[in-house]
Protein backbone atom coordinates (compact mmCIF):
# COMPACT_ATOMS: atom_id res chain seq x y z
CA UNK A 1 0.00 0.00 0.00
CA UNK A 2 1.47 3.28 -0.98
CA UNK A 3 1.95 5.84 1.90
CA UNK A 4 -0.36 9.31 1.02
CA UNK A 5 1.14 12.57 2.22
CA UNK A 6 -0.70 15.82 3.01
CA UNK A 7 0.13 19.04 3.01
CA UNK A 8 -1.35 21.40 5.89
CA UNK A 9 -3.65 23.34 3.83
CA UNK A 10 -5.02 20.58 2.63
CA UNK A 11 -5.59 19.15 6.33
CA UNK A 12 -7.47 22.57 7.01
CA UNK A 13 -5.22 24.43 8.43
CA UNK A 14 -5.82 28.39 8.38
CA UNK A 15 -3.64 30.05 6.39
CA UNK A 16 -1.83 32.40 8.75
CA UNK A 17 -0.81 29.28 10.33
CA UNK A 18 0.48 27.39 7.21
CA UNK A 19 2.51 30.48 6.41
CA UNK A 20 4.67 29.85 9.99
CA UNK A 21 4.82 26.23 9.12
CA UNK A 22 5.95 26.50 5.50
CA UNK A 23 8.85 29.58 6.59
CA UNK A 24 10.04 26.44 9.14
CA UNK A 25 10.05 24.34 6.63
CA UNK A 26 7.20 21.91 7.06
CA UNK A 27 5.13 21.54 4.26
CA UNK A 28 3.97 17.93 4.43
CA UNK A 29 2.08 16.45 7.98
CA UNK A 30 3.25 13.53 9.56
CA UNK A 31 1.24 10.53 9.97
CA UNK A 32 -0.02 10.85 13.06
CA UNK A 33 -0.63 14.80 11.65
CA UNK A 34 -2.67 13.65 9.17
CA UNK A 35 -4.38 11.33 11.52
CA UNK A 36 -5.75 13.77 13.75
CA UNK A 37 -6.14 17.06 12.69
CA UNK A 38 -9.52 16.69 10.54
CA UNK A 39 -10.99 15.81 13.72
CA UNK A 40 -9.46 18.08 16.54
CA UNK A 41 -9.69 21.38 13.87
CA UNK A 42 -13.21 20.42 13.49
CA UNK A 43 -13.26 20.51 17.36
CA UNK A 44 -13.83 17.43 18.11
CA UNK A 45 -12.13 15.33 21.52
CA UNK A 46 -9.53 13.07 20.48
CA UNK A 47 -7.52 10.43 21.91
CA UNK A 48 -4.00 10.39 20.08
CA UNK A 49 -1.93 7.42 20.53
CA UNK A 50 1.24 7.42 18.55
CA UNK A 51 5.33 6.24 19.12
CA UNK A 52 8.05 8.90 20.32
CA UNK A 53 9.01 11.29 17.72
CA UNK A 54 5.71 10.97 15.34
CA UNK A 55 5.02 14.70 15.80
CA UNK A 56 2.21 15.03 18.36
CA UNK A 57 3.24 18.63 19.84
CA UNK A 58 2.64 19.69 15.98
CA UNK A 59 -0.24 18.03 15.94
CA UNK A 60 -2.33 19.11 19.33
CA UNK A 61 -0.61 22.75 19.02
CA UNK A 62 -2.60 23.27 15.47
CA UNK A 63 -5.53 23.02 16.50
CA UNK A 64 -4.76 24.51 20.12
CA UNK A 65 -3.77 27.71 18.58
CA UNK A 66 -6.26 27.84 15.58
CA UNK A 67 -9.05 27.29 17.90
CA UNK A 68 -8.15 30.07 20.01
CA UNK A 69 -7.18 32.19 17.13
CA UNK A 70 -9.23 35.89 17.34
CA UNK A 71 -11.04 34.77 20.68
CA UNK A 72 -8.98 37.66 22.35
CA UNK A 73 -10.10 40.89 20.47
CA UNK A 74 -8.38 44.15 20.40
CA UNK A 75 -5.76 42.23 22.78
CA UNK A 76 -8.06 42.55 25.96
CA UNK A 77 -7.84 39.58 27.96
CA UNK A 78 -8.43 38.71 31.50
CA UNK A 79 -5.99 38.53 34.62
CA UNK A 80 -5.33 35.11 35.79
CA UNK A 81 -7.91 33.36 33.30
CA UNK A 82 -6.24 31.63 30.25
CA UNK A 83 -8.19 30.39 27.49
CA UNK A 84 -5.89 27.48 26.30
CA UNK A 85 -3.72 24.55 28.69
CA UNK A 86 -1.18 21.92 28.17
CA UNK A 87 -0.39 20.20 30.86
CA UNK A 88 2.63 18.01 30.72
CA UNK A 89 4.99 15.96 33.26
CA UNK A 90 8.50 17.70 32.90
CA UNK A 91 10.26 21.16 32.72
CA UNK A 92 11.92 20.55 30.20
CA UNK A 93 9.23 19.49 27.63
CA UNK A 94 6.84 22.25 28.93
CA UNK A 95 9.66 24.42 27.60
CA UNK A 96 10.43 22.72 24.54
CA UNK A 97 6.25 22.61 23.49
CA UNK A 98 6.30 25.82 24.35
CA UNK A 99 8.72 26.87 21.96
CA UNK A 100 6.78 25.05 19.00
CA UNK A 101 3.71 26.75 20.05
CA UNK A 102 4.42 30.35 20.36
CA UNK A 103 5.35 31.05 16.36
CA UNK A 104 1.71 29.58 16.05
CA UNK A 105 0.39 31.47 18.84
CA UNK A 106 2.12 35.03 17.68
CA UNK A 107 0.79 34.73 14.11
CA UNK A 108 -2.51 34.83 15.86
CA UNK A 109 -2.26 37.43 18.59
CA UNK A 110 -2.06 35.02 21.06
CA UNK A 111 0.45 34.73 24.09
CA UNK A 112 2.08 31.88 26.02
CA UNK A 113 3.42 30.89 28.84
CA UNK A 114 5.27 27.82 30.79
CA UNK A 115 4.36 27.12 34.26
CA UNK A 116 6.74 24.60 36.48
CA UNK A 117 8.73 24.09 39.81
CA UNK A 118 11.78 24.56 40.39
CA UNK A 119 12.29 28.42 39.80
CA UNK A 120 10.80 31.47 41.11
CA UNK A 121 6.63 31.98 40.65
CA UNK A 122 7.20 35.91 40.37
CA UNK A 123 7.58 35.83 36.87
CA UNK A 124 4.82 33.33 36.61
CA UNK A 125 1.96 35.86 38.34
CA UNK A 126 3.54 38.73 36.65
CA UNK A 127 1.94 37.02 33.29
CA UNK A 128 -0.99 36.15 34.50
CA UNK A 129 -1.72 39.88 36.36
CA UNK A 130 -1.25 41.01 32.75
CA UNK A 131 -3.33 38.24 30.73
CA UNK A 132 -1.99 35.15 28.99
CA UNK A 133 -3.71 33.20 26.60
CA UNK A 134 -2.29 29.78 26.43
CA UNK A 135 -0.52 28.24 29.25
CA UNK A 136 1.95 25.37 29.04
CA UNK A 137 2.29 23.57 32.56
CA UNK A 138 3.94 21.04 34.73
CA UNK A 139 0.99 20.10 37.48
CA UNK A 140 2.43 20.43 40.69
CA UNK A 141 3.13 24.20 40.10
CA UNK A 142 -0.04 24.64 38.24
CA UNK A 143 -1.87 23.03 41.47
CA UNK A 144 -0.44 25.33 43.51
CA UNK A 145 -1.11 28.52 41.88
CA UNK A 146 -4.86 27.02 41.84
CA UNK A 147 -4.52 27.30 44.90
CA UNK A 148 -3.26 30.43 45.75
CA UNK A 149 -6.00 32.31 43.56
CA UNK A 150 -3.54 33.52 41.09
CA UNK A 151 -5.28 31.71 38.30
CA UNK A 152 -8.33 30.40 37.41
CA UNK A 153 -8.97 27.92 34.92
CA UNK A 154 -13.11 28.33 34.00
CA UNK A 155 -12.45 30.30 30.61
CA UNK A 156 -10.14 27.26 29.40
CA UNK A 157 -11.37 26.44 25.89
CA UNK A 158 -8.76 23.42 24.82
CA UNK A 159 -6.80 21.61 27.28
CA UNK A 160 -4.56 19.10 26.48
CA UNK A 161 -2.52 16.13 28.24
CA UNK A 162 0.46 15.51 26.84
CA UNK A 163 2.57 12.16 27.68
CA UNK A 164 -0.50 11.24 29.79
CA UNK A 165 1.10 7.75 30.71
CA UNK A 166 4.46 9.41 32.04
CA UNK A 167 2.46 12.08 34.45
CA UNK A 168 -0.22 8.66 35.20
CA UNK A 169 3.85 6.34 36.23
CA UNK A 170 4.81 9.74 38.22
CA UNK A 171 1.90 10.24 40.36
CA UNK A 172 0.07 12.88 38.56
CA UNK A 173 -3.14 11.55 38.13
CA UNK A 174 -5.01 13.29 41.31
CA UNK A 175 -3.67 16.49 40.61
CA UNK A 176 -4.44 16.45 36.87
CA UNK A 177 -7.66 14.95 38.40
CA UNK A 178 -7.88 18.02 40.21
CA UNK A 179 -7.01 20.58 37.32
CA UNK A 180 -9.56 19.20 34.66
CA UNK A 181 -12.13 19.60 36.89
CA UNK A 182 -11.60 23.03 37.51
CA UNK A 183 -11.87 23.78 33.31
CA UNK A 184 -15.16 23.46 31.96
CA UNK A 185 -16.81 20.44 30.76
CA UNK A 186 -17.76 21.78 27.31
CA UNK A 187 -14.26 22.79 26.25
CA UNK A 188 -12.30 20.78 24.03
CA UNK A 189 -10.21 17.80 25.01
CA UNK A 190 -6.99 16.79 23.21
CA UNK A 191 -5.09 13.26 25.08
CA UNK A 192 -1.75 12.40 23.70
CA UNK A 193 -0.45 9.22 25.16
CA UNK A 194 1.66 6.03 24.31
CA UNK A 195 -0.33 3.80 26.35
CA UNK A 196 -3.92 3.83 28.25
CA UNK A 197 -2.23 2.04 30.96
CA UNK A 198 -1.84 3.24 34.50
CA UNK A 199 -5.30 5.09 35.16
CA UNK A 200 -4.81 6.67 31.85
CA UNK A 201 -8.01 4.96 30.35
CA UNK A 202 -10.01 6.74 33.75
CA UNK A 203 -9.07 9.95 32.41
CA UNK A 204 -10.16 9.08 29.08
CA UNK A 205 -13.35 8.43 30.39
CA UNK A 206 -14.03 11.45 32.92
CA UNK A 207 -13.17 13.54 30.54
CA UNK A 208 -13.28 13.34 27.07
CA UNK A 209 -16.61 13.62 25.66
CA UNK A 210 -17.18 10.51 22.49
CA UNK A 211 -13.50 10.89 21.78
CA UNK A 212 -12.36 9.74 18.60
CA UNK A 213 -9.48 7.43 18.87
CA UNK A 214 -6.32 7.79 16.23
CA UNK A 215 -3.40 5.43 16.91
CA UNK A 216 -0.53 5.39 14.44
CA UNK A 217 1.75 2.34 15.14
CA UNK A 218 1.16 0.53 18.15
CA UNK A 219 1.90 1.71 21.16
CA UNK A 220 4.83 0.35 22.47
CA UNK A 221 6.86 -0.43 19.08
CA UNK A 222 9.66 1.09 18.25
CA UNK A 223 11.21 3.48 14.99
CA UNK A 224 11.68 1.86 11.58
CA UNK A 225 14.17 4.37 10.83
CA UNK A 226 15.99 3.24 14.51
CA UNK A 227 19.26 0.52 14.65
CA UNK A 228 19.70 -1.10 17.51
CA UNK A 229 22.82 -2.47 18.73
CA UNK A 230 24.18 -4.36 21.84
CA UNK A 231 27.48 -4.73 22.91
CA UNK A 232 28.91 -6.64 25.58
CA UNK A 233 32.09 -5.07 27.36
CA UNK A 234 34.67 -7.76 28.68
CA UNK A 235 35.18 -5.46 31.48
CA UNK A 236 34.38 -2.37 33.49
CA UNK A 237 37.58 -0.82 31.90
CA UNK A 238 36.59 -1.92 28.38
CA UNK A 239 33.73 -0.58 28.62
CA UNK A 240 34.71 2.40 30.27
CA UNK A 241 36.39 2.80 27.22
CA UNK A 242 33.24 2.25 24.46
CA UNK A 243 31.69 4.90 26.37
CA UNK A 244 34.34 7.58 25.40
CA UNK A 245 34.63 5.71 22.42
CA UNK A 246 31.03 6.23 21.18
CA UNK A 247 30.84 9.89 22.71
CA UNK A 248 33.92 11.27 20.84
CA UNK A 249 32.18 11.36 16.92
CA UNK A 250 31.14 14.61 15.45
CA UNK A 251 27.20 14.14 15.89
CA UNK A 252 24.69 14.39 18.41
CA UNK A 253 25.04 11.55 21.25
CA UNK A 254 22.90 11.27 24.44
CA UNK A 255 24.35 9.04 27.11
CA UNK A 256 21.89 7.67 29.35
CA UNK A 257 22.57 6.72 33.05
CA UNK A 258 20.65 5.32 35.91
CA UNK A 259 21.65 7.53 38.53
CA UNK A 260 22.16 11.47 38.79
CA UNK A 261 25.88 11.10 40.62
CA UNK A 262 27.07 8.76 38.09
CA UNK A 263 25.86 11.15 35.17
CA UNK A 264 27.80 14.12 36.45
CA UNK A 265 30.58 12.04 36.55
CA UNK A 266 30.35 10.98 33.40
CA UNK A 267 30.22 14.45 31.74
CA UNK A 268 33.31 15.65 34.02
CA UNK A 269 35.02 12.78 33.11
CA UNK A 270 34.17 13.69 29.16
CA UNK A 271 35.22 16.92 29.50
CA UNK A 272 38.37 15.86 30.69
CA UNK A 273 39.23 13.91 28.78
CA UNK A 274 38.58 16.54 26.03
CA UNK A 275 35.17 15.60 24.74
CA UNK A 276 33.17 18.33 25.83
CA UNK A 277 30.02 17.10 27.95
CA UNK A 278 27.18 18.36 30.08
CA UNK A 279 24.88 16.77 31.89
CA UNK A 280 21.21 16.80 32.71
CA UNK A 281 19.29 15.06 36.12
CA UNK A 282 17.45 16.14 39.27
CA UNK A 283 19.81 17.56 41.02
CA UNK A 284 20.32 20.69 38.79
CA UNK A 285 18.66 23.64 39.27
CA UNK A 286 16.05 24.76 36.04
CA UNK A 287 18.98 27.82 35.47
CA UNK A 288 21.51 24.80 35.23
CA UNK A 289 19.22 22.36 33.40
CA UNK A 290 18.44 25.20 31.14
CA UNK A 291 21.72 26.15 30.23
CA UNK A 292 22.93 22.52 29.48
CA UNK A 293 20.36 22.04 27.24
CA UNK A 294 20.87 24.69 25.26
CA UNK A 295 24.67 24.04 24.91
CA UNK A 296 23.72 20.96 23.69
CA UNK A 297 20.73 21.63 21.37
CA UNK A 298 22.58 25.01 20.13
CA UNK A 299 25.71 22.73 18.85
CA UNK A 300 28.70 24.06 21.54
CA UNK A 301 28.32 20.61 22.68
CA UNK A 302 28.08 17.49 21.40
CA UNK A 303 27.35 15.14 24.34
CA UNK A 304 24.60 14.92 26.73
CA UNK A 305 24.76 12.49 30.03
CA UNK A 306 21.54 12.52 31.17
CA UNK A 307 19.33 10.49 33.28
CA UNK A 308 15.60 9.37 32.79
CA UNK A 309 14.42 12.73 33.24
CA UNK A 310 15.16 13.43 29.48
CA UNK A 311 13.93 10.28 28.38
CA UNK A 312 11.05 12.24 27.40
CA UNK A 313 11.84 16.05 27.99
CA UNK A 314 14.53 16.48 25.29
CA UNK A 315 13.38 16.69 21.63
CA UNK A 316 16.27 18.13 19.87
CA UNK A 317 16.91 17.36 16.66
CA UNK A 318 19.73 15.53 14.42
CA UNK A 319 20.50 13.17 17.63
CA UNK A 320 22.32 10.44 15.59
CA UNK A 321 23.07 8.41 18.72
CA UNK A 322 21.66 7.23 22.15
CA UNK A 323 23.41 5.02 24.36
CA UNK A 324 22.16 2.79 27.23
CA UNK A 325 25.74 3.23 29.19
CA UNK A 326 23.57 1.46 32.05
CA UNK A 327 20.56 -0.28 30.51
CA UNK A 328 17.42 0.95 32.41
CA UNK A 329 14.97 -0.84 34.92
CA UNK A 330 12.40 -1.52 32.11
CA UNK A 331 11.23 -2.11 28.61
CA UNK A 332 9.03 1.67 28.73
CA UNK A 333 12.25 3.12 30.00
CA UNK A 334 14.41 1.80 27.12
CA UNK A 335 11.24 2.72 24.43
CA UNK A 336 11.54 6.42 25.35
CA UNK A 337 15.22 6.61 26.03
CA UNK A 338 15.75 5.66 22.60
CA UNK A 339 13.29 7.67 21.37
CA UNK A 340 15.47 10.90 21.41
CA UNK A 341 17.20 9.70 18.14
CA UNK A 342 15.03 8.96 15.06
CA UNK A 343 12.74 11.14 15.36
CA UNK A 344 10.29 12.69 12.62
CA UNK A 345 11.39 10.23 9.87
CA UNK A 346 15.26 10.71 10.66
CA UNK A 347 17.21 7.80 11.33
CA UNK A 348 19.36 7.12 13.87
CA UNK A 349 21.27 4.09 16.26
CA UNK A 350 20.70 3.38 19.73
CA UNK A 351 23.52 1.19 21.96
CA UNK A 352 22.98 -0.62 24.73
CA UNK A 353 26.35 -1.57 26.80
CA UNK A 354 26.20 -4.51 28.64
CA UNK A 355 29.03 -6.62 30.99
CA UNK A 356 28.81 -10.27 31.11
CA UNK A 357 26.68 -10.38 34.20
CA UNK A 358 24.32 -8.16 33.07
CA UNK A 359 23.38 -10.39 29.80
CA UNK A 360 20.27 -12.09 30.96
CA UNK A 361 18.50 -8.82 32.40
CA UNK A 362 19.42 -7.07 28.95
CA UNK A 363 18.19 -9.81 27.14
CA UNK A 364 14.98 -9.76 28.79
CA UNK A 365 13.98 -5.99 28.77
CA UNK A 366 14.84 -5.88 25.37
CA UNK A 367 12.41 -8.69 24.53
CA UNK A 368 9.71 -7.34 26.61
CA UNK A 369 10.57 -4.04 24.11
CA UNK A 370 9.87 -6.39 21.41
CA UNK A 371 13.63 -5.22 19.85
CA UNK A 372 14.97 -8.17 17.77
CA UNK A 373 18.77 -7.77 17.96
CA UNK A 374 22.05 -10.10 18.45
CA UNK A 375 24.36 -9.00 20.93
CA UNK A 376 28.22 -8.03 19.92
CA UNK A 377 31.27 -8.70 21.91
CA UNK A 378 33.15 -5.27 21.33
CA UNK A 379 36.02 -3.22 21.99
CA UNK A 380 37.39 -0.15 20.76
CA UNK A 381 39.17 -1.66 17.82
CA UNK A 382 35.71 -3.27 16.67
CA UNK A 383 35.36 -2.20 12.77
CA UNK A 384 31.43 -2.00 13.25
CA UNK A 385 31.92 0.06 16.24
CA UNK A 386 34.26 2.62 14.55
CA UNK A 387 31.78 2.31 11.67
CA UNK A 388 29.19 3.45 13.92
CA UNK A 389 31.14 6.46 15.32
CA UNK A 390 31.87 7.99 12.41
CA UNK A 391 33.85 10.81 11.87
CA UNK A 392 35.79 11.66 15.19
CA UNK A 393 35.56 15.24 16.55
CA UNK A 394 38.77 17.12 17.42
CA UNK A 395 39.84 16.89 21.13
CA UNK A 396 38.61 19.84 22.99
CA UNK A 397 40.78 21.21 25.98
CA UNK A 398 39.48 23.17 28.34
CA UNK A 399 41.01 26.22 29.24
CA UNK A 400 42.72 26.50 32.92
CA UNK A 401 40.32 28.29 34.88
CA UNK A 402 37.69 26.11 35.23
CA UNK A 403 34.31 25.60 33.14
CA UNK A 404 33.28 29.45 34.27
CA UNK A 405 35.47 30.52 31.48
CA UNK A 406 33.91 29.50 28.40
CA UNK A 407 36.34 28.89 26.00
CA UNK A 408 38.01 25.63 25.43
CA UNK A 409 40.92 24.62 22.71
CA UNK A 410 41.02 22.20 20.12
CA UNK A 411 44.40 20.05 20.59
CA UNK A 412 46.71 20.89 17.90
CA UNK A 413 46.95 17.14 16.54
CA UNK A 414 49.60 15.77 14.38
CA UNK A 415 48.26 12.48 14.09
CA UNK A 416 48.54 10.59 10.93
CA UNK A 417 46.01 7.32 10.50
CA UNK A 418 49.24 5.58 10.95
CA UNK A 419 50.29 7.40 13.86
CA UNK A 420 46.64 6.77 15.68
CA UNK A 421 47.11 3.00 14.34
CA UNK A 422 50.62 2.78 16.24
CA UNK A 423 49.34 4.69 19.49
CA UNK A 424 45.77 2.20 19.76
CA UNK A 425 48.32 -1.06 19.10
CA UNK A 426 50.70 0.46 21.94
CA UNK A 427 47.61 1.16 24.36
CA UNK A 428 45.36 -1.73 23.61
CA UNK A 429 45.61 -3.28 26.51
CA UNK A 430 43.73 -1.72 29.10
CA UNK A 431 45.66 -0.32 32.43
CA UNK A 432 44.87 -1.79 36.11
CA UNK A 433 41.80 0.90 36.99
CA UNK A 434 41.45 2.02 33.19
CA UNK A 435 40.77 1.65 30.00
CA UNK A 436 42.91 1.69 26.46
CA UNK A 437 43.11 3.86 24.08
CA UNK A 438 41.21 2.41 20.99
CA UNK A 439 40.15 2.86 18.06
CA UNK A 440 40.20 1.94 14.29
CA UNK A 441 42.55 1.66 11.76
CA UNK A 442 40.10 2.90 9.02
CA UNK A 443 41.82 6.57 8.89
CA UNK A 444 39.73 7.82 11.48
CA UNK A 445 41.99 8.18 14.55
CA UNK A 446 39.08 7.45 16.43
CA UNK A 447 40.37 6.25 19.71
CA UNK A 448 40.37 7.78 23.11
CA UNK A 449 42.49 7.32 26.03
CA UNK A 450 41.12 6.72 29.59
CA UNK A 451 42.75 5.51 32.84
CA UNK A 452 41.37 5.73 36.52
CA UNK A 453 42.52 9.37 37.26
CA UNK A 454 40.74 12.21 36.31
CA UNK A 455 41.75 15.81 35.68
CA UNK A 456 39.73 18.74 34.20
CA UNK A 457 36.69 20.40 35.23
CA UNK A 458 33.40 19.66 34.21
CA UNK A 459 31.90 21.33 31.39
CA UNK A 460 28.95 21.79 34.01
CA UNK A 461 29.02 22.39 37.56
CA UNK A 462 25.04 21.66 38.79
CA UNK A 463 24.09 24.20 41.15
CA UNK A 464 22.17 23.85 44.12
CA UNK A 465 18.29 23.69 43.29
CA UNK A 466 14.98 21.50 43.55
CA UNK A 467 14.79 18.78 41.96
CA UNK A 468 11.93 18.54 39.85
CA UNK A 469 8.28 18.76 39.23
CA UNK A 470 7.72 15.57 42.13
CA UNK A 471 7.61 11.66 41.41
CA UNK A 472 4.33 11.73 43.67
CA UNK A 473 1.76 13.87 44.26
CA UNK A 474 2.60 16.33 47.03
CA UNK A 475 5.69 17.16 45.92
CA UNK A 476 5.38 20.73 44.05
CA UNK A 477 8.59 21.92 42.48
CA UNK A 478 9.82 20.60 39.28
CA UNK A 479 9.79 17.71 37.64
CA UNK A 480 10.30 13.45 38.33
CA UNK A 481 12.85 12.25 40.21
CA UNK A 482 14.00 9.23 38.37
CA UNK A 483 13.86 6.29 40.25
CA UNK A 484 17.35 5.21 41.98
CA UNK A 485 19.10 1.96 40.66
CA UNK A 486 22.85 0.43 41.56
CA UNK A 487 25.11 0.79 38.47
CA UNK A 488 29.21 0.54 38.38
CA UNK A 489 30.92 3.42 38.18
CA UNK A 490 32.87 4.21 34.75
CA UNK A 491 36.33 4.74 35.63
CA UNK A 492 37.61 8.22 34.98
CA UNK A 493 39.72 8.98 32.02
CA UNK A 494 42.83 10.57 31.57
CA UNK A 495 43.62 13.62 29.15
CA UNK A 496 42.67 12.47 26.16
CA UNK A 497 44.78 11.95 23.05
CA UNK A 498 45.30 14.30 20.59
CA UNK A 499 43.45 14.59 17.46
CA UNK A 500 43.94 16.30 14.15
CA UNK A 501 43.07 19.62 13.31
CA UNK A 502 44.49 22.98 14.70
CA UNK A 503 41.63 25.26 14.74
CA UNK A 504 40.03 26.70 17.93
CA UNK A 505 37.01 26.58 19.09
CA UNK A 506 34.52 27.89 21.83
CA UNK A 507 31.74 26.80 23.88
CA UNK A 508 30.01 27.30 26.72
CA UNK A 509 27.69 25.44 29.10
CA UNK A 510 26.34 29.07 30.43
CA UNK A 511 25.21 29.99 27.72
Not at 21 to 44: M, N, Y
Not at 125 to 145: K, M, W
Request: glycine share 12%.
Amino acid sequence: MTETTSTFAELGVPKSLVTVLDAAGKHEAFPIQQSTLPSTLAGRDVLGRGKTGSGKTLAFAIPLVARLAGAVSGGKRRPGRPLGLVLLPTRELATQVAAVIEPLAKAAGLTVTTVFGGVSQRPQETAFRNGVDIVVACPGRLDDLMKQRIVNLDAVEVTVLDEADHMADLGFLPVVTRIMNATPQSGQRLLFSATLDNGVDKLVKKFLSDPILHSVDESNSHVAAMTHHVYEAETPEAKTALVHALASGKGRRIMFMRTKHQAKKLAKQLTASGIPAVDLHGNLSQNARDRNLAAFSGGEVNVLVATDVAARGVHVDAIELVVHVDPPAEHKAYLHRSGRTARAGSEGDVVTLMLPSQRKDTEMLLRRAKIGVTPQRANVNSPFVNELIGEVAPTVRPVPGGPGSGNVEVSQGRGTSQGANARRKRDAAPARGGAARGGSGNGGGRGRAASSSSQGSSASRPARGQAGEGAAQGQRRGESRPRRAGTSSPAAPSRGGERGGSRRASWSSGQ
